[in-house]
């Protein structure tokens, strides 16, 4: 079932496991699978590049904070001779 409702006193006494998948998370999966018995360099490089994107996207978004908070706290009429938001 894919949304169960059982009483509480039963949910008491067991274990629910959600099995789950969308199509597009089990395509991945068949997909590293492959990858893996075919090539396991291809798998790593996948993985890294993963890897890689997630830390670039993380940085982005640290550099995107660190303009905005300076940008807030930089008074209008001193923009241009602030150091560090010309930086």
């Known amino acids: 079932m894919s949304n169960p409702h059982y009483k509480p006193e039963?949910?008491?006494?067991?274990?629910?496991?959600?099995f789950t998948i969308t199509?597009?998370?089990m395509t991945d999966q068949m997909l590293s699978i492959l990858a893996r018995e075919e090539?396991?360099?291809?798998?790593?490089?996948?993985?890294?590049?993963?890897?890689e994107s997630a830390e670039n996207k993380q940085r982005s978004s640290d550099i995107e904070k660190n303009i905005l908070r300076i940008l807030r706290d930089t008074p209008g009429n001193k923009m241009l001779e602030s150091e560090e938001l010309i930086e």
């Open 10 to 18: 039963t949910l008491t006494k067991i274990t629910l496991l959600n």
């Open 23 to 25: 199509p597009e998370a």
């Open 39 to 51: 090539d396991p360099n291809l798998e790593e490089e996948k993985i890294r590049l993963m890897e």
